[in-house]
Nanobody
């Protein structure tokens, strides 16, 4: 099982471009589809982006064109570059490892503890 630890959140301003990181432990990281999800207060957790072991990516419509997911298999790390942040991007962001070899169908193998991103206007 992959253990995940997110970092890089905090209080940011609208329009800022923070980058989240997710450090993974475990020898199987490079074989997993990895992804980011987010959960705003009072809302369900939702998909943000995913990336295959060889770099193919998928995005939620709400972030397409603004967020970029990437990974460094040598460092066991997946990233989420967030550009042009909006107030509605405020949420706890979670890293996840997929048990399925799919960008869009998920069986969560591991969750990180989450990192809060708060966007002020």
């Amino acid at each position: 099982q992959v253990q995940l630890v997110e970092s890089g959140g905090g209080l940011v301003q609208a329009g800022d471009s923070p980058k989240l990181s997710c450090a993974a432990s475990g020898r199987t990281f490079s074989g997993h589809v990895m992804g980011w999800f987010r959960q705003a207060p009072g809302k369900e957790r939702e998909f943000v982006a995913s990336i295959s072991p060889n770099g193919y990516a998928a995005y939620a419509n709400a972030v397409k064109g603004r967020f970029t997911i990437s990974r460094d298999n040598a460092k066991n790390t997946v990233y989420l570059q967030m550009n042009s942040l909006k107030f509605e991007d405020t949420a706890a962001y979670y890293c996840a490892a997929n048990n399925f070899a799919s960008l869009s169908s998920w069986e969560i193998g591991s969750w990180g503890q989450g990192t809060q991103v708060t966007v002020s206007s």
